[in-house]
């Protein structure tokens, strides 16, 4: 009786010893996407930091020349028609980029969303074993 006890004591050490291990590699995995989502996150936030940067610096390049065409205006030929050009020029390459980063901004993936569809699914792996 002695021989029994001390297998079923070793079968119960092996099976927590089963579960610990996989609890470890259920945190390892979640861990890696938390950390995959942080850094796509990070990614995401830096180029929009980027095209919001570009967006200023057109816009601002735009206001100083549509600042000079207007001075210019009242000049002689043709050098009206180079700042209008210029100033159109910058003036909707400076809306595009900001276009581009509204749009960036408002379809921004939920952050986590792996990580929280993966807790989600043991969730309910763990609630059909029960």
């Known amino acids: 009786m002695p021989e029994n006890a001390h297998i ?3 079968g119960l050490f092996e099976s927590l010893g089963g579960l610990a291990s996989t ?3 259920i945190v390892h995995t979640r861990l890696e996407l938390l950390s995959t989502d942080l850094e796509a996150d990070q990614q995401h936030i830096l180029s929009l930091l980027v095209l919001a940067l570009g967006a ?3 816009l601002g390049v735009g206001v100083v020349l549509a600042s000079i065409l207007l ?8 050098r009206l028609l180079v700042l209008a050009s210029l100033c159109g020029f910058f003036l909707l390459a400076g809306l595009g ?3 581009v980063a509204l749009h960036k901004a408002r379809n921004k993936p939920r952050p986590f969303a ?7 699914k043991d969730r309910q792996q763990l609630i059909t074993r029960s």
């Open 23 to 25: 609890v470890v590699a």
């Open 8 to 10: 079923a004591s070793r």
């Open 71 to 78: 001075v210019v205006a009242f000049w002689d030929s043709h």
């Open 114 to 120: 792996a990580s929280l569809s993966e807790l989600y």
């Open 56 to 58: 200023l610096f057109l």
């Open 97 to 99: 980029t900001a276009a």
